[in-house]
């Protein structure tokens, strides 16, 4: 039995260990045209999440009663915080991946007919596939967008500059994590509004509470959220 996963995110690592804590034989294959980890390791969670930290820090520190003075942000140096925890490298995971037996190919996959894909030209052959490749951003319809240089949350994640103004599209977690964290950089006053894609803001505690903060810390900063 071989089974192939395309996508080697975060839901395809969990299944490749799933399936090999449920069975020791099977031949599994996984498939990834980036970096073993996906969005989650790289491009979203890690990264957005450690760019709020130093803010929350901060906005811990003033409701010290003055035990702690001076705080301040320091923009690249939370860029290279981001950096060294959503280092781009995935060599740990690629091993990981060793240590479950299971072989990685890098490319994009196209399905050649029942049972047989095209890697890169490569034949592979399965008896059962799992796709977990995930998901892009949608880019909306709207008139001019194309002569804006928009962002995705691939650039948001990788920027060594705070923009001066910043409007989001989406308002679940990686869009919050992304609004909290670049309104948060107090050295370039970043005017800001989210506009979720949803009826409703993501209910995550964590990101609720982190919004929190960097708000509370920069109150010079328009955070404007329009939900419709």
């Known amino acids: 039995m071989h089974t192939v996963v395309l996508g080697g995110g975060s839901t395809g690592e969990h299944f490749v260990g799933a399936l090999r804590r449920l069975d020791?034989?099977?031949e599994i294959t996984l498939v990834e045209r980036r970096l073993v980890g996906g969005e989650c390791s790289y491009w979203a969670c890690m990264p957005t999440k450690t760019m709020l930290r130093a803010p929350e820090l901060v906005a811990e520190a003033g409701r010290s009663y003055g035990a702690v003075t001076g705080a301040k942000l320091d923009p690249q140096r939370v860029f290279a915080f981001r950096d060294a925890v959503a280092e781009r490298d995935d060599?740990?995971?690629v091993e990981?991946?060793?240590t479950q037996?299971?072989?990685l190919i890098r490319g994009d996959a196209v399905a050649v007919e029942p049972?047989?894909?095209?890697?890169?030209?490569?034949?592979?052959q399965y008896d059962r596939l799992v796709i977990a490749t995930g998901s892009s951003p949608a880019i909306p319809p709207i008139e001019g967008i194309e002569t804006v240089d928009y962002w995705t949350n691939v650039e948001a994640t990788e920027t060594l500059e705070a923009p001066d103004r910043l409007l989001v599209l989406g308002g679940g977690p990686v869009g919050s994590w992304a609004r909290g964290s670049h309104?948060?950089?107090e050295a370039r006053g970043c005017s800001h509004g989210s506009t979720p894609m949803r009826p409703r803001l993501s209910r995550k505690r964590c990101a609720r509470k982190a919004l929190t903060c960097a708000s509370k810390h920069v109150p010079s900063m328009s955070l404007v959220t329009v939900c419709y």
């Open 24 to 26: 020791h034989e099977v």
């Open 91 to 93: 060599t740990s995971q």
């Open 96 to 98: 990981w991946l060793e």
């Open 101 to 103: 037996n299971t072989r």
């Open 115 to 124: 049972g047989v894909l095209s890697v890169d030209d490569e034949a592979l």
């Open 183 to 185: 309104s948060s950089k």
